[in-house]
């Protein structure tokens, strides 16, 4: 079955850019699509076609994708951006999410 | 808005069933896939399973594939989980999600119902 690699954890210096990566077997012929989840709270997805953002999403998330590895970009880390990150893509007819990454703003 | 609405997690034995339902308001229902998704506690998203707009067909994960049945009456704007032989591994907070469309990305996400198995 497919998979998605995902860091546990990246930290980020307030005001500074966060990139977290999502890896998995040529990745860039899939569509990646990114869910945030802050701590108590559902997920809400904050990236959707590889680099589209929802209505209401600021413009500091951005997304890309490659052959090796989609990423997903928080530019001026606020303190609210601190929650887990999952990526997700659909293989054949099911859905796959990646582990998750801890976003920590320091 | 859209607003999605689960309910019917509990505490079972090992062994039982249970049946969660979401309640879907503010869109059309009818259609759009809807999935089911579990996170156990403290560990990331697993996908459940899917439905098509229309109940026809649906897709599972591994892990519940044959155990667990996903429906739908769109007539009411619900979803359904049915969920059999419930093992300590199914413990998990179940959240009901929207899809675009179909086979697209999850634009929606309820807040979610726990459900617990525990002798």
Known sequence: SYELTQPLSVSVALGQSAKIACGGYNIGDKTVHWH???????????IYNDNNRPSGIPDRFSGSNSPNSATLTISRAQAGDEADYYCQ???????VFGGGTKLTVL | QVQLVESGGGVVQPGQSLRLSCAGSGFTFSTYE?????????????????????GRSENYGDSVKGRFT??????????????NRLS???????YCAKDFYSRSWITDW??????????
């Open chain 2, 110 to 119: 309820g807040q979610g119902t726990l459900v617990s198995v525990s002798s």
């Open chain 2, 70 to 83: 996903i429906s739908r009456d769109n007539s009411k704007s619900r979803l359904f989980l049915q969920m």
């Open chain 2, 34 to 54: 809807m999935h089911w998704v579990r996170q156990p506690p403290g560990k990331g998203l697993e996908w459940v399973g899917v439905i098509s707009y229309d």
């Open chain 1, 89 to 95: 893509v659909w293989d054949g007819n099911t859905v």
């Open chain 1, 36 to 46: 945030q989840q802050r701590p108590g709270q559902a997920p809400v997805l904050v």
């Open chain 2, 88 to 94: 300590f591994e199914d413990t998990a907070v179940y």
